[in-house]
């Protein structure tokens, strides 16, 4: 078995769990989620680790959090341009509650909105998983950069989570469960923005490619 073949088999135990590809998916999310905790922000600039620590103490060990951890989220089409994505979180809670909305996404809450054909975005998985941050250091390594972030999205069959979009950084795609077609289109900007051309890459741009990746 190579090297990459073992990272990868490791990395999938240790998001999923042993035996995860006898899983129903809300067994895998369930035990995905349980190890899943807020990864809290903290100053760029401090270099102690001491006073990261104290900024961060109070939130440790929280569930992950709206916005800051986790998006429920999937994309809608409505006939008019790219259509429109949908946060489970902001559809759930009531605006007319004067208290503050759903702020933490729990283990059924996410099984819930897997289930209704919400894709569940977490992000920091280089913090969550030693084999993605082995993974984003060597490739931080590998292109110059000081850090890589790493992303994990689970979508449900037929289903969606983003609109067609432009990403303003470079993007390394790692499937590591089940299939997924991905479409590319060429950029006609040299420096996009990230999220601010929906309408025009599902309208006018030519379709390079679809990937289909298992």
């Known amino acids: 078995m190579t090297k990459a073949k073992s990272v990868e088999n490791e990395a999938r135990a240790n998001l999923f769990g042993e035996g995860w590809s006898s899983r129903k998916d809300k067994f895998v999310i369930r035990e995905f989620m349980t190890r899943a905790l807020a990864c809290p922000l903290f100053n760029a600039d401090e270099v102690e680790a001491s006073k990261v620590y104290e900024e961060i103490e109070e939130n440790l060990g929280e569930l992950p959090i709206f916005e800051q951890d986790i998006r429920l989220v999937k994309s809608v089409h409505t006939g008019i341009g790219a259509g429109q994505e949908i946060d489970y979180h902001k559809v759930t809670s009531d605006p007319y509650d004067t208290k503050d909305p759903l702020f933490f996404a729990d283990i059924d809450t996410c099984i819930d ?29 590998c292109f110059g950069q000081v850090t890589v972030g790493a992303n994990m999205y689970l979508t449900p069959s037929n289903a969606q989570g983003f609109k067609p979009h432009l990403d303003d950084h470079c993007v390394f795609v790692w499937q590591i469960i089940g299939s997924k077609a991905w479409k590319i289109w060429s950029s006609k900007y040299e420096l996009p923005r990230l999220y601010t051309q929906h309408v025009e890459v599902s309208n006018n741009y030519k379709e390079d490619a679809t990937i289909l990746m298992k």
Do not use: K
């Open 113 to 141: 909105a897997y289930n209704s054909g919400y894709t569940i975005a977490l992000r920091g998985m280089e913090f969550r998983s030693p084999q993605v941050a082995m993974i984003a250091e060597e490739l931080a390594v």
